[in-house]
Structure formats: structure tokens, C-alpha cells
């Protein structure tokens, strides 16, 4: 049957289909996704129950083009398309509800139509047409049959054929608005790679094993080469010294699905090397899967000025260091001409020596050691502790303090453990002083010394430690510091403000 339909001849009746020429109508047709439809086993099946619901032996989706008609999904039909000139389904497509023409030779608009007249032999047809709710004709969903049928379709078989219609029309619907999602979804595609494209650092993207599948522009005009596909491939772009370190942070990362970030040296294009920061985020899919998406950014100019000031910041404590020792070494030398000064003289090498390791504390090391409020007093409370015993027990939280700090809080507690070791438990053989640190709320931090079996000290007024302890706690931390003592001995309560201490 495929050779009466495929060479029809194009002199029968041409109705007359949408305004607009040739470009607008398949522009028009385009929107629906046609081509990806043609065979689609939703519309063959709704062309196969067509023809067994209206008794036929043919039946087809047709699409009505500006010069031919397509069956996209046909039943007892062997051809693909035919001219729209010998088009039934152009009359069905025109009208709002069944086209059906029980005689086709007594039809005078087909009587002389080759589908009529020829091998195939066409006397009946019936047709719903393929119209969208905004009006757009696509073509109809028709039934053939070779004898005619004066009384029609039944009731149930007209109704039938309406229902498949509609259906029809959901799937070129559906398929119109997945293939505009596809397309909206490249065009953000595109203008991603397009923003990708101008930014100044290099942005990647890898899937959950770590197989790299995008790299933007900015690589290639970077490295000058091709961009690697996995973790082993990243040895040729990144320096010998870091590439271990960095690929067992990014599977660490990969593993955890934590995010990742590294500083390393990275390969240009001439052979030389400029430090990078590579960081990148785990994000997971809907479907449960997880994508990588990472950026790599200059900042070898901020590296190397760092490294430069970190030098100078070491050669200064350095200097403040010998300033330290050579104060200490002038107290001493004034209190050996004068006796009367001995005492005042060792108060103030003290205090210096405190300030000395508060300093030490907070001072550039090159190496990254965390500056905590524990670590500070394990420096000023070492002088105070053996081998075989801490004297002063610091328990609770443990905040970052920052430098400007440090100093403050070294002579507020070197005052403290000075008075105990006169007066106090530590003058003593045996005996522990608590320190206790607790947060109030979350901007207060509360630390509460305390020396059991203390009894107050008579001072007249507020003497000069006193008078330290309070300017350094309230002038310079903007807290406040209260003693008491009570049948358990002394305490002392610090309440500091949070903020503050981080600087």
C-alpha cells in the first residue's frame, strides 16, 4: 500500500491551512518537537485503539505540514507522508469537531482525490482534529476504512475518537513543553559558560568520583593545555611539593562530601608556578547524586606578601624580645646599687617575664599554632607547675583570644598566681587553685579563679595590683572583676566580653 500513498499526484482539491507561509507554519509545527515524536509508542498506541475502537483498518496521527502530511504514528498504513494536496486530515484540522465523510465517492471535494481513485482505494474517513488550546491546527487523528459507511461512526466510537484526539494533543503538549525546558535549560547553560567565561579565575566541575567534565575558558589561556579528566592527571599542572598534600584533601573532601579548599602552586603556561586557592562545594542532585563545582583563583601576589610580612612580623618580636631582656637586665643591675629597690625589682622582672611569654604566646611562629585562651595559661601557669603536679587546674571552654588580648589577661593572671604564690595555695606544699571557664550567654565569658583556705589579706584601699587587675580587666577588656572570699576560701570572677577577647 506504501506506493499509492507515497506517489499520489498533487492535483486534487488543496484546502487551504493556517495564515502564514511556508517558514511560519513549520516554525509554528517546530515548537511541538515533531521530528522527535515520529514513531512515539504513546501516539501508536493511541492510533492502533483507534482503528479497533472504530472497526477500521487504518488509522493514523497525522501532522499537516505547509506542502505534506506526516503520519507520525500509523495503523494498516505503510507510507510515511503524503502531499497535503490529497490531504483529508487538512479539512479535519480545520473544523472544531469530527470530519467525516461516510462516502468518498459521493463527495464531490474527493471524488477525483488519487487516495480515492487509486490502489488504496480510501471510502471512508473520519477524523478529530489536532487543535491546541491556543488554537494552533497540527493535524488530526483519522480512520480509514475501503468501504464506505453511510451511517458513520456510532456514538461510542465518535465519542472514543474525540477522547484519543485530546490525548494526542497532551502528548504534542507535553513534548512542546520538555523540549522548551530543554531549551531554556541550554540557553542557561549558555550564558552560565558565557559568565563562566569572563570571570577571572579558573571554575570547574567534576562529578561524585571525581572524573572533571568542565573547565572554562580561563584554563586553557592559564595553563595553555588541555584540562586533566581525574585526580592523577592534576600531577602535571600542580607542583611536585604540594600535589600529595592537595590530592588527599580533595578524596578527604570527596569522601566526607565536605567542602574543599587548598592553597597549592599551580603550573602556567611558560613553566613557571603562582600560588592558587582551589576551593570547591559538594552539591547533591534530586536524584540523590552528588556534583562537585570548584573555582582555582590567583593569589600568588597575596602569598608572597604575606610570606614577606610574616618575616617582618618575626623579626620584630624578635627585637621586642631583646627590648624584654634588656629592661629585665636594667632592673636588676639598678636594684644591685640600691637593696632598698630588691623587692619592687623582682616584682617588675616578674611581670616583664609575664609579659615575655604572653608575648611568646601570640607572637609569628611560621607555623599555624591555634592562640586559645588554655593556651595562654598554660603559659603563664608554668612557672607554677612540676613534673608531677599541675598547681593550677584550667578547666571549661576554650575561645580564641586574639594578640591584642593576650597581654592584658597575661598580667591579670600573672597578678593572681603571684598573690597565691605569696599569700595563697600555691605558697604551700600542697593544694590546687581552680580556674573555671564558662560562656553566661553568647557574647559573655565568664572565668572564676578560686583558692580554697585563703583568708583575706588586710589591705588599706586598693593597692597597685589591685589597681592593675582592675584597669586591665575593665580599661582594656571592657569586663569587670569582683573578690570575695567566703568559709571556702577566695574567688575571683571575670566576666569578659567575647567579642573583645577575639579582637
Request: proline letters at 5%; aromatic letters at 6%.
Amino acid at each position: 500500500m506504501d506506493s499509492p500513498i507515497d506517489q499520489a499526484s498533487t492535483d486534487a482539491n488543496h484546502p487551504e491551512g493556517a495564515a502564514g507561509g511556508p517558514n511560519e507554519r513549520q516554525r509554528e509545527l517546530s515548537r511541538y518537537g515533531i521530528d522527535a515524536l515520529e514513531d512515539d509508542p504513546e501516539l501508536r498506541a493511541i492510533a492502533n485503539f483507534a482503528a479497533k475502537l472504530c472497526e477500521t483498518p487504518s488509522a493514523s496521527v497525522t501532522i499537516v505540514e505547509q506542502s505534506r502530511q506526516r503520519f507520525l504514528a500509523r495503523h494498516g498504513i505503510d507510507g510515511r507522508e503524503t502531499p497535503r494536496s490529497v490531504s483529508f486530515c487538512a479539512h479535519a484540522m480545520q473544523g472544531r469537531d469530527l470530519f467525516v465523510v461516510p462516502d468518498t465517492t459521493k463527495d464531490p471535494r474527493f471524488t477525483d482525490n488519487p487516495l480515492v481513485t487509486g490502489e488504496l482505494g480510501v471510502r471512508f474517513y473520519a477524523g478529530a482534529p489536532l487543535v491546541t488550546a491556543d488554537g494552533t491546527e497540527l493535524g488530526a487523528l483519522c480512520v480509514i476504512d475501503t468501504a464506505p459507511r453511510p451511517e458513520g461512526l456510532t456514538e461510542l466510537q465518535a465519542d472514543g475518537l474525540r477522547v484519543l484526539a485530546r490525548s494526542a494533543v497532551r502528548r504534542f503538549v507535553n513534548e512542546r513543553e520538555a523540549l522548551r525546558s530543554r531549551e531554556d535549560a541550554r540557553e542557561r547553560t549558555r550564558m552560565l559558560e558565557l559568565v563562566l567565561d569572563s570571570v577571572p579565575g579558573i571554575a570547574w566541575s567534576a562529578d561524585e568520583k571525581l572524573t572533571f567534565d568542565f573547565f572554562n575558558a580561563r584554563w586553557g589561556e592559564v595553563t595553555g593545555t588541555k584540562p586533566p579528566r581525574t585526580i592523577e592527571e592534576w600531577r602535571d599542572f600542580i607542583h611536585p611539593d604540594d600535589f600529595e598534600g592537595t590530592q588527599t584533601a580533595l578524596e578527604r573532601a570527596s569522601d566526607t562530601k565536605k567542602v574543599f579548599s587548598d592553597e597549592l602552586r599551580l603550573r602556567m603556561s611558560d613553566g613557571s608556578y603562582r600560588w592558587v586557592l582551589s576551593r570547591a562545594v559538594p552539591i547533591q542532585s534530586a536524584d540523590g547524586s552528588w556534583r562537585w563545582v570548584g573555582t582555582i583563583i590567583d593569589i600568588d601576589d597575596a602569598h608572597r606578601l604575606s610570606e614577606n610580612r610574616d618575616l617582618l612580623a618575626r623579626e620584630l618580636s624578635h627585637r621586642i624580645k631583646n627590648i624584654f631582656a634588656v629592661m629585665s637586665s636594667l632592673i636588676t643591675l639598678s636594684a644591685r646599687r640600691d637593696p632598698q629597690l630588691r623587692a619592687f625589682a623582682q616584682e617588675m622582672t616578674d611581670k616583664i617575664a609575664a609579659l615575655g611569654r604572653a608575648h611568646e604566646f601570640v607572637a609569628p611562629t611560621g607555623i599555624n599554632d591555634e592562640r586559645s585562651l588554655h593556651g595562654l595559661l598554660r603559659q603563664i601557669f608554668a612557672p607554677y607547675c612540676d613534673a608531677e603536679q599541675d598547681r593550677v587546674i584550667v578547666s571549661g571552654e576554650n575561645p580564641a583570644i586574639h594578640a591584642r588580648s593576650a597581654t592584658p589577661l597575661a598580667l591579670v593572671f600573672h597578678e593572681l598566681a603571684t598573690n597565691s604564690a605569696k599569700y595563697g595555695v600555691l605558697s604551700r606544699d600542697e593544694g590546687e587553685v581552680d580556674v573555671a571557664i564558662s560562656l553566661t550567654d553568647s557574647k559573655t565569658l565568664e572565668i572564676v579563679w578560686r583558692e580554697p583556705g585563703v583568708a583575706p589579706i588586710g589591705e588599706e584601699g586598693e593597692g597597685f595590683g589591685s589597681r592593675l587587675l582592675r584597669m586591665s580587666v575593665e580599661g582594656q577588656l571592657q569586663g569587670t572583676i569582683a573578690r570575695e572570699w567566703n568559709d571556702d576560701g577566695l574567688v575571683v570572677t571575670l566576666d569578659l566580653s567575647l567579642p573583645v577577647l577575639a579582637g
